[in-house]
């Protein structure tokens, strides 16, 4: 991966940050009752960034930072290209049990406003199955969406702010 680590970290990196989960708490709450463990495991992993940072050498695993490499800078009419990060979890307590690589993985998409410098803004939950058909361009519109809830976001702020961006390589 030719990115730089700091290209890569987050403010989940750093203990101290300060989740904002408003724009996605209904899909959060819909997660809680069909798998309360997937459920689980997103706070905790949200708890623990806030607490004491999620280790960088789980980049890949727990979480992935920055997101997108598909989209292109022209879905947002001249705006920049908003950095996007994602925590992950694979499905925990189905009603029956998945087939094998058809499990369903669940990603909670999140950004960074410049201000506060602190928060982290919980933006869509996504999610999708192993054997899913188009899963690409799926999980690239779940992100697309995710990006502009960001720009919503920060464009409607009084006064507005920014979002921390990304240049994707190629």
């Not at 290209?81 to 979890?89: A, I, K, N, Q, T």
């Not at 697309?144 to 720009?151: P, S, T």
Request: aromatic letters at 8%.
């Amino acid at each position: 991966m030719g990115m730089s680590e700091a290209a890569r970290r987050g403010r989940v990196n750093a203990a101290g940050c300060r989740w904002d989960t408003s724009l996605v708490q209904r899909d959060l709450d819909d997660l809680r009752v069909a798998d309360r463990g997937a459920w689980a495991k997103l706070i905790a992993l949200i708890e623990d960034s806030e607490q004491y940072g999620l280790p960088f050498d789980a980049h890949g695993h727990d979480y992935r930072a920055p997101v997108g490499e598909r989209v292109k800078a022209t879905e947002f009419r001249g705006r920049p290209l908003p950095w996007l990060g994602e925590l992950r979890v694979d499905e925990r307590t189905p009603k029956r049990a998945s087939p094998l690589g058809d499990a369903v993985q669940y990603r909670l998409y999140f950004g960074e406003p410049d201000d506060p410098p602190d928060l982290v803004l919980g933006l869509s939950l996504g999610h999708k199955r192993g054997r899913d058909r188009n899963a690409g361009r799926k999980q690239t519109r779940q992100m697309i969406d995710a990006m502009w809830k960001l720009i919503r976001w920060c464009e409607s702020r009084t006064p507005k702010t920014r979002w921390r961006e990304w240049t994707p390589a190629g």
